[in-house]
C-alpha cells in the first residue's frame, strides 16, 4: 500500500517555475515507478512525466519535454517535478501516481495502482 501527498502548487505567471513534491508512505515506495499527471478542467487526465524505480530512467509528454524534469530521492519516500517556463495551457490539478509492477514503463493513467488528492497549478497569462 502507497499513499500520496503532492504540495507545491500554487499560481504563477507565465514564464515562471514551481516545483512539486509527492510525498509517499509505505515500504514499496522505492520499488515503485512514479508518474505525474495532470488534468485540465473538462478534460481528461493526461501524462506529464514518469521515472523508473531507480531513477535511471525518465519520460516526458512533448507537450512539456525540454521544460519539466521529474525526479525522485528514495531515502526521502519523495518524488519531485521541476516545471520551467510554465504556460498558461499548463493550467490544471497535477497528480502523482504509483504503479506496483515496475516492470515496464506506462503513460495510460489506468495502470498506475495509487494516486494523490492533486495539487492545483495555474499560470497566467
Known amino acids: 500500500q502507497v499513499q500520496l501527498v503532492e504540495s507545491g502548487g500554487g499560481l504563477v505567471q507565465a514564464g515562471g517555475s514551481l516545483r512539486l513534491s509527492c510525498a509517499a508512505s509505505?515500504?514499496?515506495?522505492?520499488?515503485?515507478?512514479m508518474g505525474w499527471f495532470r488534468q485540465a478542467p473538462g478534460k481528461e487526465r493526461e501524462f506529464v512525466s514518469v521515472i523508473s524505480w531507480s531513477g535511471g530512467y525518465t519520460d516526458y509528454a512533448d507537450s512539456v519535454k525540454g521544460r519539466f524534469t521529474i525526479s525522485r530521492d528514495n531515502a526521502k519516500n519523495t518524488v519531485y517535478l521541476q516545471m520551467n517556463s510554465l504556460k498558461p495551457e499548463d493550467t490544471a490539478v497535477y497528480y502523482c501516481?504509483?504503479?506496483?509492477?515496475?516492470?515496464?514503463?506506462?503513460?495510460?493513467?489506468?495502470?498506475?495502482?495509487?494516486w494523490g488528492q492533486g495539487t492545483q497549478v495555474t499560470v497566467s497569462s
Open positions: 509505505g515500504r514499496t515506495f522505492s520499488s515503485s515507478n
Open positions: 501516481a504509483a504503479r506496483r509492477d515496475n516492470s515496464v514503463i506506462v503513460r495510460l493513467p489506468s495502470l498506475y495502482t495509487y
